[in-house]
Structure formats: C-alpha cells, structure tokens
C-alpha cells in the first residue's frame, strides 16, 4: 500500500509528512514571538481563529534562519488533538511511496534527538527523511508551549 507524503526543503535536504497529518499549507504570515517559549518555537500565529504555535525545523535542525518571501511556507499538522505549524524553505510536491520504498531508519541514528524520523524513504535515487510531528519537541518543549497556549 502506498503512502502519500507532503515533500518539502529544509537547505539543501528534503523531508516529509505523512499527508494524513498535514491539515493545511499556509504562506508566511504574522508571527507573534512569545517571549520565554522554547527557543525552536517561533512564536504563534492565528489561523481561522485558532492559536497555533509556530515551530522552525531550521533551528531545530540547527541551521540559520531562512525566509524567502514566495517559496518559505507554513505545514499545518495535527497529531493526538494538537496543532503545530512548521516553517519550511520550500513545499516541494506530493509524493507517493511504495512498500519497498520506505525503511526504518538505521539503529546507529536512533536516539532521544531524533525521535522525529519516523522512516526514511528512497525517492528516484535520493534519500527522504519522514518525520513525525509528535517527536519534534526536545525534552520539555512541548509542556512548555502547552502552558504558554494556556495563558493565551
């Protein structure tokens, strides 16, 4: 059975969500920096009324931070009833993957800080990583920013 993922760029590097997750793909909008979040939490944004936290995969990928104007986009993905918007540099398209295209990733990579891969997927020749949105926060992140979602 295949799986359908939303690819995008981080750098030079592509990744995906499982298309299942993603509610949204949103351009850049305002940003409301909260102060004492998290420190890859860019802020929240407003989004048809709901407050959603806004998450930089480039800080947490330990990369500068990157804006282009027509290309950087926002995925919306909710996971276990929570919403969460990624900063990326670029959507790229959606992909599917068969079977045989996707494995865990290596034993030797697996640790508390990459909770996020879930698998890594082999499109036309070129390794993809697939994240989960759920293991993206580090240590007490996600508490953290449930409490700031809290006060707002």
């Known amino acids: 059975m295949a799986e359908r993922n939303i690819i995008f760029r981080i750098g030079e590097e592509e990744y995906g969500f499982d298309v299942q997750l993603v509610t ?53 993905t909710r996971y276990e009833g929570k919403s969460i918007a990624f900063k990326v540099d670029e959507v790229m398209e959606m992909h599917d993957f068969g079977p045989d295209d996707i494995s865990a990733p290596p034993v030797i990579t697996v640790n508390s800080r990459t909770g996020y891969v879930r698998a890594v997927a082999n499109k036309q020749g070129k390794l993809v990583l697939l994240l989960n949105p759920a293991g993206m926060y580090e240590d007490d992140e996600e508490e953290r920013m449930e409490e700031v979602l809290k006060v707002m």
């Open 24 to 76: 949204a793909i949103e351009p850049m909008s305002d940003i409301v920096p909260v102060p004492n979040a998290p420190a890859c939490i860019l802020g929240l944004m407003n989004l048809r009324g709901d407050v959603i936290p806004v998450y930089s995969l480039r800080k947490r990928f330990m990369l500068e931070e990157y804006n282009d104007a027509v290309k950087t986009k926002l995925i919306v």
